[in-house]
């Protein structure tokens, strides 16, 4: 039994930020209070937040194929350090997590590695190319909590029309990253002055649009449960909040890039600011703010992206796409904190409650009978991000050398500390 | 003000008075060049290597002519047939192109940003010859003054790019050394090939020649690059030249003392008839071709002052 007292607790479920304690009892919450705290071994505090762990929906572990990128080992220690205590991995690697078998390898390889709990998404076309529907059956009773190409888009719509009607059938969730694959071949960067004057090749944000128009077109046809990755441009806005109202089982998330930086921090072609979708322009980025804060947009995720430094010590055309985040995202979203955008309740709604219920997971929530995942950090410790310090075998950050704020004393994965800051 | 660039790897760092700076110097070298003693000693010792990782003959001559005549030890390196091939990366490329001593390096790279990349890698002065779409600033400077000699003047002239701005870094260049020196600009093009967001930078932009070229002093003419184009931005050369191609009818709407000119290479009968390009009242793509052996040692001659004066500034400093 551990009591944390003093603590600045954030709720997001009641939406509350206010002193008080919580009882933890083996690997769950058992009380919480304000006022006097009861009798027995505790840990004071001293007034800083104590959250629910983070749920991070999006996670690259670079297992199978390139470890050297990332490991599980590496990950959980970076996902801990960061303040996030479940990590979904993406089904993006070499190759892709697409059958039973290779599901097996990594849970496998998870619960053995990992400090941190982690679950696993599914391919949702065979070797995410977009022709062939996985097992989905199959793989949700092996545990696969989503399902989802990633960045590749099915292409041909009556492949997923198919896929997505089969996996209504299953209860199976299906995420997927809107965008029109025509339009942003080969694009690196987002059309606009910027893009023009350093003559990249750019895509209009219009794409964004235009594939979420077509899967929302879909999702009315097959009532399948249905989650944006990534809506980074305001002119999605207004569809996906359509779709919303008229009652369709829709979410949608945005990364922590796309709400903290915009296309002109690509600077002087500056890899590590490579990201897909790229960096938006500043308006873009301001109204997924105000997205996040009413609700709209449910879900910030790290998107988090190993790349070597090989893959991104390239001309930024032939650059790898993709940042780490893990570590960066609480930190960065203590930026949205401090410049009195979002409250810690709305943040750790969007980080911890909103992806937690969205894949049916208890953790996420700070009462009674939840499981006893928790962080606690500072939201004002200032230091300087020095990508060398990362827990993570890639060092690909936008935020060296930034000045940040928002620091993690403590990580907790069912009342076990796994990390101490 | 002083020339003060380490490198020359676009327009856009450069002030105006650099950019004059520039000019000035190379005035003097345009009558060198005419002389039958053609060479001077500004980079002697020095040791000039051209990398073209894009295949090009005027601008690499034009280098290795700028390099010779100025006293310079000139290599040429073909990269699409070496270690490039082999699977060098680029940043391998430079370090091993460092190790022997270069002082000048010229680079034309088919990516946008790959020159800049280079130049951090490298401690040597560093020319961009050209990078994908991003710029090419020895050509905006030698077409500066090509403008300066045939109207006297580098500023308040009304400007026309005309053709497929979008793969171009001669237009990129251009328009903000055009826009540096306060001249007004104007974009002519199809839609397909002009980037409307050139707006927001001040530039006029047009979708018909006529209204394009109406009292501009100089017409600038671009290439069709039909080789960085992934699929059809016009629908045939036949009608592009009925529409864009520079002919007497359409350059009758400029000044009757307009100037015509291009970057080259030209594609007669695309962009351009022939008969205005072999105008010598109108063109002056030949005197282009003049200008850039000029600009070229000035650009070289300047940085190769900075880089000594930064070696001599180094000397019996513990590095």
């Not at chain 1, 339009?183 to 003559?199: M, Y």
């Not at chain 1, 910030?300 to 032939?318: A, C, G, N, Y």
């Not at chain 1, 950050?397 to 990390?419: C, E, I, L, N, Y």
């Not at chain 2, 010229?106 to 951090?120: F, I, K, N, T």
Request: with cysteine.
């Amino acid at each position: 039994m551990t009591i944390f007292t003093n603590a600045r607790l954030i709720d997001p479920e009641a939406m509350t930020d206010e002193i008080g304690w919580l009882r933890v009892e083996g690997p769950m919450i058992a009380e919480r209070g304000t006022g006097k705290p009861p009798m027995g071994e505790s840990i004071d505090c001293g007034g800083l937040c104590l959250a629910p762990g983070i749920v991070d929906l999006g996670v690259k572990v670079s297992e199978p194929g390139e470890r050297h990128k990332e490991s599980f080992a590496s990950a959980g220690r970076a996902a801990a350090a960061g303040g996030v205590t479940t990590m979904i991995t993406r089904p993006d690697t070499m190759n892709a997590i697409d059958s039973p078998e290779v599901l097996e390898f990594v849970q496998r390889r998870a619960a053995s590695d990992a400090v941190v709990k982690v679950k696993h998404m599914s391919a949702l076309t065979k070797g995410r190319e977009g022709r062939e529907m996985v097992e989905i059956g199959f793989m949700r009773d092996a545990g696969a909590v989503a399902f989802t190409d990633c960045d590749h888009v099915v292409a041909d719509t009556k492949v997923l029309q198919r896929a997505l009607t089969y996996a209504k059938s299953t209860g199976a969730l299906v995420i997927g990253h809107p965008q029109e694959p025509g339009l942003s071949n080969g694009a690196a960067a987002t059309s606009g002055k910027f893009a023009a004057l350093r003559g990249l090749p750019a895509v209009s944000p219009m794409a964004e649009r235009m594939g979420l128009d077509r899967d929302l077109a879909l999702i009315e046809m097959t009532n399948v449960s249905y989650h944006f990755d990534q809506i980074t441009t305001a002119r999605a806005l207004p569809a996906l909040e359509r779709a919303k109202q008229n009652g369709f089982d829709v979410t949608a998330g945005v990364s922590i890039h796309h709400l903290t930086l915009n296309e002109l921090d690509v600077g002087n072609y500056r890899t590590f600011f490579k990201v897909k979708p790229p960096l938006r322009s500043e308006d873009d980025r301001l109204a997924m703010v105000e997205a996040v804060a009413s609700g709209l947009i449910d879900v910030i995720s790290s998107m988090h992206t190993p790349q070597d430094e090989e893959s991104k010590r390239l001309p930024f055309e032939e650059a790898a796409s993709g940042a780490v985040a893990l570590e960066t995202l609480l930190p960065a979203a203590m930026r949205l904190y401090h410049a009195g955008q979002l409250t810690l309740p709305e943040l750790f709604r969007a980080m911890a409650l909103n992806p937690a219920k969205r894949l049916g997971l208890a953790s996420g929530r700070l009462v009674e009978g939840a499981p006893a995942d928790l962080v606690l950090f500072d939201p004002d410790a200032p230091f300087v991000m020095d990508r060398f310090t990362l827990k993570s075998k890639s060092k690909n950050t936008p935020f060296d050398g930034a000045k940040m704020q928002g620091k993690v004393k403590g990580t907790w994965v069912d009342g076990m500390r796994v990390f101490e800051g | 003000m002083a020339f003060r660039q380490k490198h020359l790897l676009g327009i856009e760092p450069l002030h105006p008075d650099e950019i004059t700076a520039v000019l000035d110097v190379a005035e003097r070298y345009v009558d060198l060049n005419r002389q039958s003693e053609k060479h001077a000693d500004a980079l002697r010792g020095l040791t000039q290597i051209n990398m073209f990782f894009e295949n090009s003959t005027r601008t690499q001559s034009s280098f290795e002519l700028a390099g010779k005549r100025l006293g310079a030890d000139v290599m040429n390196m073909s990269m699409q047939a070496s270690s490039i091939k082999k699977g060098e990366t680029l940043i391998d490329t430079a370090l091993t192109l460092n190790a022997m001593h270069p002082d000048l390096l010229v680079v034309r790279h088919p990516h946008s940003g790959a020159v800049d990349l280079l130049s951090q890698k490298v401690n040597c002065a560093v020319l961009n010859a050209g990078d994908g779409k991003h710029e090419h600033p020895t050509q905006a400077l030698l077409d500066a003054l090509t403008i300066r000699r045939a109207k006297g003047r580098l500023h308040r002239l009304n400007i026309a790019i005309c053709g497929d701005v979008t793969h171009s870094r001669v237009a990129r260049s251009n328009l903000i050394l055009l826009g540096k020196m306060e001249n007004r600009v104007r974009l002519v093009g199809p839609p397909t090939l002009v980037p409307q967001q050139f707006r927001e930078f001040g530039c006029e932009i047009y979708d018909d020649m006529a209204e394009g070229l109406k009292d501009v002093d100089v017409v600038m003419m671009l290439r069709l690059q039909k080789e960085r184009m992934d699929g059809g931005f016009i629908p045939s050369e036949r009608e592009y030249f009925y529409r864009y191609g520079l002919d007497a009818e359409k350059l009758a709407h400029a000044k009757p003392d307009a100037i015509v000119m291009h970057p080259g290479p030209m594609n007669r009968g695309v962009e351009i008839d022939g008969t205005i390009a072999d105008d010598i009242n109108r063109s002056v793509i030949q005197e282009q071709v003049e200008m850039g052996v000029a600009v070229r040692m000035a650009a070289m001659d300047l940085l190769a002052r900075n880089l000594r004066a930064s070696r001599e500034a180094d000397k019996g400093v513990m590095v």
